[in-house]
């Protein structure tokens, strides 16, 4: 899976500059040339990153970082800050506003690219290539399989995705029409009882014990025993 990355920058020459060569690397681009388009692309389909230029029009990459951060269904989304900006303040503010990591202006395209799979590898590992492993759960996303101690899991699409997106979240609780949105391709018009449904093949296939924790009136979590 080809991790899906929003590039938010108002000038056309870099933007290209970047699709060309985060593409080249590996990265699906999406465009944004302004904060209030880069808004409603991540509400309507969260990627996998976000990089941020700081200079936008109508609304500044540091406004726009920290509204993602305030929104229960983006706030765990990894943001990458590109900026003019060199000054140590900037940078501090930068980083309380919630981005991860923060590239200056003039950069060489494989710093940028090391640096975005830096902050990959940390927040998404499933996605960078590598293994989740919570408690005695383990999921590789390259060959696709999933197994709970010795034992290969035999997941659906759906669960897999979902068992994926609980592992590299374990802990948090996740509501359903969250999971909707973050592990079905179209979940936005699904009927919250597909969750349901999916949770309860995925429970039927981790057996005993459950490692998925029902929060009443909220959600779901991932949170599974200590390995022994
Ligand atoms: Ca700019």
Known sequence: ???????????????????????????????????????????????????????????????????????????????????????????????????????????SMAELIARLRAVLRRTRPALAGGELRVGDLRLDSQTHRAFRGARELRLAPTEFRLLQFLMEHPGRVFSRSQLLERVWADGADLDPRAVDAAIRRLRRALGPPDPIRTVRAEGYALEPPAQT
């Open 1 to 107: 899976m080809r991790p899906r990355i929003l590039v938010v920058e108002d000038e056309p020459a870099l933007q290209q500059i970047l699709a060309f060569n985060l593409t080249a690397a590996g990265f699906e681009v999406e465009q944004a040339f302004d904060g209030e388009e880069a808004l409603d692309r991540l509400l309507a389909r969260p990627p996998d990153l976000v990089l941020l230029d700081w200079m936008l029009p109508e609304r500044s990459g540091l406004e726009l970082c920290r509204r993602i951060r305030r929104d229960p269904a983006l706030r765990d989304l990894p943001v990458v800050m590109l900026t003019a900006r060199g000054e140590e303040a900037d940078r501090v503010r930068g980083l309380e506003g919630g981005a991860d990591d923060y590239v200056t202006k003039p950069f």
